[in-house]
Structures are given as structure tokens and as C-alpha cells.
């Protein structure tokens, strides 16, 4: 799936804006902590709209599972997750996180505190763990971020 | 025969002992290095080393792995094709191009950001310049002044810009930085996973190497058969 068309179906019929987000000292202390690793770069861009007060935020990320990026899209709506979809797999093995049977687990949940886990367990799938992983740790990265913005907002 | 299938059992047992722990033992991640091993997979040639010049120093790209001088960076997709400091009075940027990212660095070289067509950038990007301090792109699909932070990309005419442009030019490191990352391996290509895994199966032999761990499997089948039927036939008597 392309990134224009993940926008198109998460947004349509509205537009979304496109804003940045620049990590502080702070944000990236949490998104190590998240995930695992430091997050490369400085700056993230999102999408965004509102109706009817909820907020929606979109997000595509890069996140290695074993040694490739995997491009993922993640729709957030009032801090709950409503679809993950993968644009883009590199990895040789794991492709099954791409199948609808893994990707629609994630929706409906939200980020549960103190330790900023996903709200309910995702099944994993045998021989793609890292590629689970790597998707789960973006699921809880955008959740996060989600919730900065929807804050901010306030 | 027993002697050849005694060694090959355990070379497979070995390898295969191998590949069920490659991750853990950081086998899948590692690369091959040693010229000899690399020549069996007919890569012993050292790759192109492009680089462009930022103030008194180089950034370039070998086996697509980036460098700042002699230290990794990052990656970025597609080769290579320019390097520009793009600066206020206040802040300054540094843009590392390639044919399909366009990467933000801050002037200490942390990546701010990897752009990509997601965000709108038009490729195949062929070379990067700057007009009145602004970004300017040349693409496959024309000419664009991008604003990066904006994320704007406006489509210009060649002849407006053409006098004032200047185009980021590659330039030819130090003979000693080249050969350092000449030698560099692309981390990706060939890791010792690959390499068991290749032992395991014959394949690091060629097509010849598969039919002869074919053979060795039948052997194995065979001799644990004639093993059998042999301590059957002692139990019997």
C-alpha cells in the first residue's frame, strides 16, 4: 500500500494538515525507552484533522525488524488506535504482519500507563517475532505521540 | 565411505547447530569481511566511492552506507548525487541528497529528518543546488525549489534560475579516505547466516555442491537403512 493511499482511506473525505513535531530531551528519553533504541532524527511529521472535537493523527514510521526498515501507517483517533497498515516490507522473513489477520489485533487499543503498554496482548505470529515486535513498539510510539498532540492541544 | 559420511554429518550438524542460534549469536547480523570468503560469492571487488565536499570535509557514500569523513552516518536510498549547507544567520542545515531521500542534518550532524516521496519529494533527484539560499532540486521530473521545513516543493522553469544556481559538485576525497571506505563492506549484503546456510545446503559449491550433499543425504539414508537391517538381521540369529 502506498503512503498516499494509507492518507486517503484515513482521512477521506476531509483533508489532513501536515505538521512536525520536534523531539525535545524529553520525547526522546520516552521513545527510547519505547523503542529500545534511539529514535533517528530529530523532527517527526504527521497528519491530522479534527472532527467533531476527536482528534485523528496519522503516522508513518520506519522501523527495523531484524536488519530492514519496515514503513509502517498507523491511524489514531481520540487515543485509540483505528488501523495499522504496512506500506512497505524489506525484511526476507515475517512478511505475514502485512496479512489482515495480525494488523486489525491493534485496533481499538490505547496506551496503558505507567509503562505505556498496549491495552490488550497482540498474538504473535512464529518465525515473524521481530517483525511483531517492530510493529508493536511503532503502535506504542504513535500512541504516545498521539497523546503529546492531543495535550498540547488542549 | 563410512569416514566421508562421518564428516559430512558432522558438518551438517554443525552448521545446522548454527543456523538455529544465528540470532543469537549475532551470526545474522555480522558481515562477511575475509576477501576469500567474499570471493565466493564473487564480491571481492571493492565498490565506487562517491563523495561530495562540505566546508573542509566529505561526506560520501560507499556500498550505500553514508560517511562523514571516515565515520558512518546513515543510510539513505538511491546513490548519492549531492551535499548543500543550507543556512540562515541563525540556524544552519545541512542536506544530504539522494536520488530518492533528501536527509536533514543539524550542523552537529544529527539527522533531523529523512524525506522521502511520502512527504511529497519529487524523484529520481539527479543533482541539488542552491538559488538565493534556497534549496533547488533537479529531477526526472523537472526543476523544483523545495522548502523543506514547509514541506513545499514548487516547480520552476530552467531559464529564470539558471544564473544565480549553483550546483553541488562531487569532488574527489583523499586518496587514504577513498581506499578506507573502498574496503567498507555493505553490512547488508552477505552475513554469516548466509554463509552456513550456503554450507549447509551445498549451494556455497554451486549447482554441483547441492547434488553432492544430495548424495551424501541419500548415503545417510542408506547407511542408517543397511544399519538396521543389518542389527535386525543380528538380532535374529
Not at chain 1, 59 to 87: A, F, S
Not at chain 2, 65 to 84: A, I, M, N, P, T
Not at chain 2, 160 to 181: C, I, N
Amino acid at each position: 500500500m502506498s503512503p498516499e493511499a494509507f492518507l486517503a482511506e484515513s482521512f477521506s473525505p476531509t483533508q489532513a494538515l501536515i505538521e512536525s513535531l520536534w523531539l525535545t530531551d524529553d520525547i526522546r528519553e520516552s521513545a527510547k525507552q519505547i523503542l529500545n533504541h534511539t529514535y533517528p532524527g530529530l523532527r517527526i511529521r504527521y497528519w491530522h484533522a479534527s472532527e467533531a472535537g476527536r482528534l485523528r493523527t496519522a503516522w508513518i514510521m520506519n522501523e527495523v525488524g531484524k536488519t530492514r526498515p519496515i514503513t509502517i501507517g498507523i491511524t489514531i483517533v481520540d487515543g485509540h488506535i483505528e488501523r495499522v497498515r504496512i506500506l512497505e516490507f524489506r525484511e526476507s522473513r515475517g512478511a505475514e504482519v502485512r496479512m489482515d489477520f495480525f494488523t486489525r489485533q491493534f485496533v481499538g487499543l490505547s496506551l496503558r500507563s505507567p509503562k505505556r503498554q498496549l491495552s490488550d496482548n497482540i498474538d504473535g505470529i512464529t518465525g515473524a517475532t521481530l517483525s511483531v515486535k517492530a510493529v508493536k513498539k511503532t503502535a506504542r510510539f504513535a500512541l504516545y505521540l498521539h497523546q503529546l498532540i492531543a495535550t498540547d492541544a488542549l | 565411505m563410512g569416514v566421508l559420511a562421518a564428516g559430512f554429518v558432522l558438518l551438517l550438524a554443525f552448521t545446522g547447530l548454527c543456523l538455529n542460534h544465528v540470532s543469537g549469536w549475532g551470526l545474522d547480523s555480522k558481515a562477511l569481511r575475509s576477501p576469500a570468503l567474499l570471493g565466493l560469492y564473487g564480491m571481492a571487488e571493492v565498490g565506487t566511492v562517491v563523495s561530495y565536499p562540505l566546508a573542509d570535509a566529505y561526506i560520501s557514500q560507499s556500498n550505500g552506507q553514508l560517511f562523514y569523513q571516515g565515520k558512518e552516518v546513515d543510510r539513505c536510498e538511491g546513490s548519492l548525487v549531492g551535499v548543500l549547507k543550507l543556512g540562515s544567520k541563525t540556524t544552519s542545515q545541512i542536506v544530504v541528497a539522494c536520488e530518492q531521500e533528501l536527509l536533514l542534518f543539524s550542523p552537529t550532524l544529527q539527522l533531523i529528518e529523512k524525506i522521502g516521496p511520502t512527504f511529497g519529494l519529487p524523484t529520481q533527484v539527479q543533482r541539488v543546488g542552491l538559488v538565493d539560499n534556497e534549496l533547488l532540486i533537479d529531477t526526472s521530473g523537472g526543476l523544483f525549489l523545495a522548502d523543506l521545513n514547509a514541506l513545499r516543493w514548487t516547480a520552476v522553469e530552467g531559464e529564470g534560475v539558471l544564473s544565480s544556481r549553483q550546483w553541488s559538485k562531487s569532488a574527489q576525497a583523499p586518496e587514504s579516505l577513498r581506499l578506507a571506505l573502498a574496503a567498507s563492506i555493505d553490512s547488508e549484503d552477505i552475513s554469516y547466516e548466509r554463509l552456513l546456510l550456503d554450507i549447509h545446503s551445498g549451494r556455497i559449491l554451486g549447482e554441483w555442491g547441492v547434488y553432492l550433499v544430495d548424495a551424501m543425504a541419500i548415503l545417510f539414508m542408506l547407511l542408517a537403512i543397511s544399519g538396521l537391517v543389518i542389527w535386525l538381521r543380528g538380532k535374529r540369529s
